[in-house]
């Protein structure tokens, strides 16, 4: 074993080199759609949620009558 462990180059790892877009704040081209990607998910389990829930109250309430106008 050595006996400096203060030595830590190359541990970690490569930093992944930023173009100049980058630099400057803007995301890549795939930020952008992992973005879309969880924000459609985030929908769709709002939906499934939405229906759950409603099928849910359908079925506690069986026995109720329609509502008439």
């Known amino acids: 074993m050595a006996k400096s462990r203060n030595n830590l180059l190359g541990v970690g790892g490569q930093r992944k080199k930023l173009s100049r877009a980058e630099q400057q704040?803007?995301?890549?081209a795939r930020d952008s759609d992992r973005k879309v990607a969880e924000d459609k998910k985030q929908e769709l389990?709002?939906?499934?949620?939405?229906?759950?829930?409603?099928?849910?109250?359908?079925?506690?309430?069986p026995d109720a009558p329609p509502a008439q106008s």
Request: hydrophobic residues 45%.
């Open 25 to 28: 704040g803007a995301g890549t």
């Open 45 to 61: 389990v709002r939906k499934m949620r939405e229906r759950a829930e409603a099928q849910a109250a359908t079925a506690a309430e």
